[in-house]
Each structure stands twice: as C-alpha cells, then as structure tokens.
C-alpha cells in the first residue's frame, strides 16, 4: 500500500471515530442515549429532524446562564442529588429567559424545585391509576381534560405509563392538562406515599413564569420514552412545545440533561467532550491516522523481513533455458531439441513484443 492511499483511509478513519460514536449507547431510563423502549433517544431525533440543535448536557454548568435554550429534565435520579452549585445555575439560566421542562414521576424532581425556591407546585409521588380512562390497565390512564394553549396545540389525549399528579395550591401556576374525574392516586411499589384512593381530576401538565423565564411541570416523563411517544398525542406534545417554547426559532438549543442519572453513557461523554473542543478534536485525528500510517508500514517491512528470511519461493527459483529444454525433451523423446529451443525463442519474443505495446 502506498504511503498517501494509507494516509487518506487513516484520515477518514479518524474522522469516521470522531463523527460517528459507535458506542454510545446506555440502558440507563429516560437517557437520549437509551435507544431500548425505555430511552429518550426518539425525542431527541424528533427535535433534531425539526431542526433544532440538540446537545446533551453533562454538567449543568454547560447550559450557561444566558437564557438560550429550552433545557429537558427527564425524571432527574435521587442518587446524584442536586447540587447548591445545580440550583444557582439553573436558576440564572431561567431567570435570564430559559425554559426548564421537568418531566418527573418517581425522582428527584422535587429537589430540583426545592433548589429553585419555587413554593407553589411539587410532583405528589403517589401513583396515579383509573379504572375507566385508561389503556392497557389502571396504572396507564388517558389524560383527556386538556386546556386548549400554544403548549398543547393539537393535543387532545395523553397516555400515561405509571405517572403521578401536580399539587399546584399556588395561584401563579396555570393548569394545562388534568386526569379524568374517575382517576385516583395510591401509593406505588415500595413507596411511603400516602395512599389516597378518593376519585377526582388531579393537574398533570402546568406552567408558571420564574424571572424572565418559564417552567414547565409534567407528571410522567414516560410520555417521552421510546415506547410511548407514538401512543396517543405524545408526540404531538413534544412538537408542540418545541414550537411554542422556542417562538419557532430553530437557532434556540434544544438541551437534554444526562448528567442527573445515575449511570451516564462514558463513551457519550468522551464523544460529547472531543466535539466540544476542535483542538483536541483534530489533535485525535492527527494522532490516529500517524498511528495508522505507522501501523501499516510496520506491518509492510515485516512481511519483508519474514520474505527474505525464508529466502525466494519455489516458483520465485531462476530456471536455465538448458534446464527447461532438458526437461521438455526428457517428457518428449520424440521432440528434436533445436526445434524445442526454437519455440522457446519465438515466444519469448512474442511476450517482448506484447509489452512493448
């Protein structure tokens, strides 16, 4: 292989590593990188195919504290915990003009409120169940009572899959979406929620102003997930909201946190973290294709080596013309050897004048 045809498959190599992150997947819930049902790598393909950008967050600090962007929380997990220095810059980033979607059932989602200094809304953490308006079984109810909003265009039914309910006793938060009249909340598997099973419509979608910026609460971030985004008007939800929450604007950064999950994708970060940074990016690409460079013309000059340590192969031996006449006349006593010579000369002659044309 020659040395430049070696140095552009090196770089394109590279660049096929740096572009293309072969494994970055995780099976950790609610995580874009999640591409199993219980993932939330569809809603972040349907924000990108909309034509938004759509960066995962790392480190909340990555959001800055501009206000640009609408920033998704998928069920934050109560075994990171969220952090003073979490709170003070979301809270700047919202304050400044951000949107914040918290999408919480069973998580820490009220931490995150509680870290914002919001008073009037909390995710109730008891499950939500209904034994008329549901799909597959109680714990799977339809949410039908939507108010007619920018954030709820077109969506007339949600399907839940083991959500809970907003207490919103504050008067500055504006219900967008509530349960059935027939639905009713208990405690879930190995919970300490206090059980209340008295039927009545409880909120399930609400929004309140916080600075300059927005907030808005959703009771069950499986509407997200792979496998349910298509049932009902899910994913009319999520479109919806792209559209409102953003004015239309697709310069506005659609974000999606991984960093409050107990198990984020290491080869995501790694990925993330090279993109980030175009220095370390085409030093990668550098250094790999030399590494490839040398590879091959390592591995070149040791078959050399090895060739001419087990010296030419038989068919590689010089062979006398004496030595091929003997031979033919030795098979063929009844071949004059002046006329096997003189063959052997004709064609020989012949191959002369095939490559001179």
Avoid: C
Wanted: net charge neutral.
């Amino acid at each position: 292989m020659k040395l430049s045809y070696a140095l552009i498959a090196a770089v394109v190599a590279a660049a096929l590593i740096i572009s293309v992150p072969l494994l970055n997947t995780t099976k950790e819930d609610f995580s874009t990188y999640n591409t199993a049902w219980n993932g939330a790598s569809d809603a972040k393909a349907l924000a990108s195919s909309d034509g938004y950008a759509t960066p995962s967050v790392f480190a909340l600090s990555e959001i800055g504290s501009s206000g640009d962007g609408v920033f998704f929380m998928l069920n934050p997990n109560s075994s990171v915990g969220f952090t003073s220095g979490d709170a003070s810059t979301l809270q700047s980033f919202v304050q400044n003009g951000g949107v914040l979607v918290l999408a919480n059932d069973f998580g820490n989602g009220n931490a995150v409120l509680s870290g914002l200094g919001v008073s009037g809304a909390r995710f109730n953490g008891s499950l939500l169940e209904d034994n008329v308006s549901k799909g597959v079984d109680a714990a799977h109810p339809l949410i039908t009572d939507v108010n007619a909003s920018g954030l709820t265009a077109g969506v007339h039914e949600l399907y839940f899959n083991y959500g809970t309910a907003l207490d919103v006793p504050g008067t500055n938060v504006t219900v967008l979406a509530r349960s059935a009249p027939t639905s009713y909340l208990v405690a879930p598997a190995g919970g300490n929620a206090t059980v209340n099973a008295t039927t009545g419509a409880h909120p399930v979608l609400a929004t309140l102003d916080y600075g300059n910026g927005r907030i808005v609460l959703l009771s069950d971030p499986s509407v997200f997930i792979n496998d349910m985004l298509g049932q009902a008007d899910n994913q009319q939800l999520l479109t919806s909201m792209l559209a409102n929450l953003t004015g239309g604007d697709k310069t506005v950064p659609i974000m999606f946190d991984e960093s409050h999950f107990a198990s984020p994708p290491v080869f995501s970060l790694l990925y993330d973290r090279i993109n980030a940074n175009d220095t370390v990016k085409y030093t990668v690409v550098v250094l790999a294709s030399a590494a490839f460079v040398i590879g091959v013309n390592t591995s070149a000059l040791v078959r050399r080596r090895q060739r001419k340590e087990r010296g030419p192969a038989p068919n590689e031996l010089p062979v006398s013309e004496e030595a091929v006449i003997t031979d033919i006349v030795r098979e063929h006593p009844e071949w004059r050897r002046s006329r096997v010579k003189g063959f052997l000369k004709q064609l020989q002659q012949r191959r002369r004048i095939r490559r001179g044309n």
